[in-house]
Antibody, heavy 120, light 107 residues
């Protein structure tokens, strides 16, 4: 139901751009996340955004991250600027589901993931 | 950031064994903790939410408990399809953080 797409190779200092296509549901009225995984850092939450545009990013990424939602295409996107080799990872998109009564939340489902390598 | 410490980092077990994985957090998080299973080349799969709620479709041999800073995932009778890596994740405060994982291997 979630499928990541984008370049598998990005040059250092350039911008990584990924898109997640949602099928079998709507991006509207929901929270969408990006998470990455590397052998060095393990699983790392990048951020999430609501379909109306409000977002929450991991401060460790120092303002390099921007997320957006395109409701007309039922997609959401990630842009990460000034990438280095440390940004090489498998990138996952996921839905952040919230149980409204207690604010419990979790990531489900996840996309299959896409490997992004930062190299010249 | 809330630090997540899983133990052990790996374990060897046989089919039918009872397996216990521990997750400790650097600060109190109530029951805002999730467990995921990941198999090689696959995305993590949600097993348990809110510290102890088994997700739909997850076998009942999986259970979890705990609160505040100490959480446990138990597999009561390990099955061949359970050999995987398991992660805990806190959803109490951003930035959300994950444990380092526990790899369950064949003994």
């Amino acid at each position: 139901r979630l499928q990541e797409s984008g370049p598998g190779l990005v040059k250092p200092s350039e911008t990584l751009s990924l898109t997640c296509t949602v099928s079998g549901g709507s991006v509207k009225n929901d929270y969408w996340s990006w998470i990455r995984q590397s052998p060095e850092k393990g699983l790392e939450w990048i951020g999430y955004m609501y379909s109306t545009g409000s977002a929450n990013y991991n401060p460790s990424l120092r303002g390099r991250v921007t997320m957006s939602v395109d409701t007309s295409k039922n997609q959401f996107s990630l842009k990460m600027s000034s990438v280095t080799a440390a940004d090489t990872a498998v990138y996952y998109c996921a839905r952040r589901e919230i149980e409204s009564s207690k604010d419990q939340n979790w990531f489900d489902p996840w996309g299959q993931g896409t490997l992004v390598t930062v190299s010249s | 950031d809330i630090q997540m410490t899983q133990s052990p980092s790996s374990l060897s077990a046989s089919v039918g064994d009872r397996v216990t994985i521990t997750c400790r957090t650097s600060q109190r998080i109530g029951t805002y903790l999730n467990w995921y299973q990941q198999k090689p080349g696959r995305a993590p799969k949600l097993l348990i939410s809110a510290a102890s709620s088994l997700r739909s479709g997850v076998p009942s041999r999986f259970s979890a408990s705990g609160s505040e800073t100490h959480f446990i995932l138990t597999i009561s009778s390990l099955q061949p399809e359970d050999f995987a890596t398991y992660y805990c994740q806190q959803c109490y405060l951003t930035p959300f953080t994950f444990g380092g994982g526990t790899k369950v291997e064949v003994k």
